[in-house]
């Protein structure tokens, strides 16, 4: 397309769906597990932190949507923050886990 002398080129950006985490809940051998869906084949990462602090969060897993996660280590810490980043992009949801190791209280927040 051509408008006073200035060439406009470039292709759809096609967007992708946030994370969202469902389904949180604690398997038979104490491990926490949680679902997570958005853009059907688009990679999320799995980030987990022990406090909120913006620096402290490490990658520990990555996979196609959608998928279930659990982590094995979760009985280790009083406390786990989780939170599922769209590879590349800022979106992400975050659950928190708070422990005695057998009672969890599942809070959601959401960032954009």
Known sequence: MRYDLVTVLGSVIATTAPAVLSS??????????????????????????????????????????????????????PQGFYRALLCRSILFSSFAVSAPQTSYKITQTRDD
């Not at 051998?29 to 913006?54: D, E, H, K, P, R």
């Not at 959608?66 to 810490?77: H, R, V, Y």
């Open 24 to 77: 949180p809940g604690i398997t038979l051998g104490n491990q926490f597990m949680l679902t997570v869906t958005g853009s059907a084949g688009s990679n999320y990462v799995i980030q987990i932190s022990t406090n909120l602090s913006a620096s402290n969060w490490v990658s520990i897993f990555t996979n196609a949507a959608p998928f279930t996660f659990t982590d094995s280590d979760a009985a280790n810490f």
